[in-house]
């Protein structure tokens, strides 16, 4: 069965950095692309970081140039690296992955807390 299981998230200062890993298992990972989505308390889940099977990476506004995505085909993990931190980056941060039949599978998700 598919399992994503992100790990990495933590308690940091403004401006810091932390590194969040999914691994995931159960599909051919190399073969899908991969995202990060985050979901604050009282507010929607957002989409912030994509990867494609080929490894281009798309973000939205927010977090372009503070966030990159990787992956790493051999460990079946995706990477969120996330720089600069802001208090308004504080959310539990899930990875997603579409099935062929787009069906959404989800983590369990790993806490940020950017806060002085």
């Known amino acids: 069965q598919v399992q994503l299981v992100e790990s990495g998230g933590g308690l940091v200062q403004p401006g810091g950095s932390l590194r969040l890993s999914c691994a995931a298992s159960?599909?051919?990972?190399?073969?899908?692309?991969m995202s990060w989505y985050r979901q604050a308390p009282g507010k929607e889940r957002e989409l912030v970081a994509t990867?494609?099977?080929?490894?281009?990476?798309n973000y939205p506004d927010s977090v372009k140039g503070r966030f990159r995505i990787s992956r790493d085909n051999v460990k079946n993990t995706v990477y969120l690296q996330m720089n600069s931190l802001k208090p308004e980056d504080t959310a539990v941060y899930y990875c997603k992955w579409r099935s062929p039949r787009a069906v959404d599978y989800w983590g369990q998700g790993t806490q940020v807390t950017v806060s002085s």
């Open positions: 990867v494609t099977s080929a490894g281009s990476t």
């Open positions: 159960g599909f051919t990972f190399s073969m899908y692309g």
